[in-house]
Nanobody, 127 residues
Framework: QVRLAESGGCLVQAGGSLRLSCTAS????????MGWFRQVPGKEREGVYA????????YYRDSMKGRFTISRDAAKNALYLQMNSLKPEDTAMYYC????????????????????WGQGTQVTVSS
């Protein structure tokens, strides 16, 4: 059974940093496309950052450029999102997702592309 468990979300001041973690079980993370998504109430879930299979290329939403970085640790079967220079508009529930099929930009940043989802971790950025 596939399970994705996010952690690391909390309340942080604008300009601060957070590192989100996603621990995967029931799958080999390096064999899956994986991504981070976020959602605020009343809005659609949006792609933040994604990584192709086998340590492949990464893709991000333009507004994240230079601020967020995705990484994967195959040995720990984990996915990370390093978030720097956080802004109040980054406040959202952040989700980790995975899928065994290959995907490419821009499809890899679309939630519909993913089969497995975690429960989310809340990030709140205060001004």
């Amino acid at each position: 059974q596939v399970r994705l468990a996010e952690s690391g979300g909390c309340l942080v001041q604008a300009g601060g940093s957070l590192r989100l973690s996603c621990t995967a079980s029931g799958l080999t993370a390096d064999d899956y496309i994986m991504g981070w998504f976020r959602q605020v109430p009343g809005k659609e879930r949006e792609g933040v950052y994604a990584i192709r299979r086998s340590g492949g290329r990464t893709y991000y939403r333009d507004s994240m450029k230079g601020r967020f970085t995705i990484s994967r640790d195959a040995a720990k079967n984990a996915l990370y999102l390093q978030m720097n220079s956080l802004k109040p508009e980054d406040t959202a529930m952040y989700y980790c997702a995975a899928d065994p099929s290959p995907a490419y930009y821009p499809d890899i940043l679309y939630p519909r592309r993913y089969t497995y989802w975690g429960q989310g971790t809340q990030v709140t950025v205060s001004s």
